[in-house]
């Protein structure tokens, strides 16, 4: 058998085996074995979002005909709720083919499939398997999402957000939200100073993604909350839905966060070691930063890296370093250690890189270094 890494290896006849013997408690006959046995036999060139097909597709063959019948044996086969923070990937990989089950086959039947994600979010998560009933079925579905934001179980609160995300990764986009966030931004009002953090990261990550299609309308929204809402819960969501923006060295964000001056910070004698590094060594970059102004300021450091691309071309990468309180005239020594690894969203070129230092969005620094691979 191939090597198998990242989450693909949780998906396949182990996956149908636990799936399969939670279901057969509930409908007794139900073939485990042959379950898993053709999953394991399909999976093996596949990646996980077919898998996940593969083990739906499973279920589908060995379920009731009709469909409201055989959802109703998967939710009686969920098994037990997430306890709060633990997150979708914690445990119960297998529920994904239980959600994708819904998303395929049981659009034409909202009134048992919408209860069904909220069931199987308080699981796992039901964020892919909602998008085609907000498009076919947007009022029902909008409805639901606006109870879930209520809802007293984080996960489900969650949901509320990460299902409504126009841009959401690796789910099909939605188009009318893209144009038009307004009943997005309407169910996130109820969740802006959600005591979970797992909830308020994904609301924050919505409003992150909405900002590069109406920077302006996130930015109205995040000032507003910080007026109505004055609590640390609030702040924490505003700051890093507003990341994109301050990367971007937009004024009213960098404000709303207290950032100032950052025409008055130089930074100088930016330095990067090593020079030549192979994949998977650490770089170490140092900067000081200079505050050449008699008033003091606080300055939002980031870094970018201009990585090489197949073509010979670079493409920059930006990434967080850290908020700075400088006195006046003071000078500050930032180190930052960026491993130069391998990820699934990048294939490594070798060739010369770039680093840039940036001070509230603004480029102030830059230096080269090679890469092996």
Known sequence: MADESG????????????????IRERLPGFDVEGYAAEVAARVGPLELKDRVMVMAEGLRARLPAAYPEAVGVLV??????????AGMYAQGFHLMAVA??????GVAHPEVSLPALVEITRRHTSEFAVRPFLVHHREAAMELMRACAADPDPNVRRFASEGLRPRLPWARRLPEFVADPGP????LEALRNDPSAYVRTSVANNLNDISRDHPGRI?????RWTRE?????TAWTVRHALRTLVKRGDPRALALLGATGGDHVLAEGLALSPTVLDLGDTLEVRVELANTDDRPHTVIVDYRVHYVKADGTRRPKVFKWTTVELCAGERRALVKRHRVKPVSTRTHHPGEHLVEVQVNGAIKAAAPFGLRV
């Open 7 to 22: 989450l693909k290896r949780h998906v396949g006849g182990g996956a149908a085996r636990v799936l399969g013997t939670a």
């Open 76 to 85: 009686d086969s969920l098994g037990e709720d997430l306890v709060d923070g």
């Open 100 to 105: 994708r089950f819904v998303e395929e086959y």
């Open 184 to 187: 997005v931004l309407e169910v």
């Open 219 to 223: 930015l109205d929204l995040a000032e």
């Open 229 to 233: 809402s004055p609590t640390p819960e």
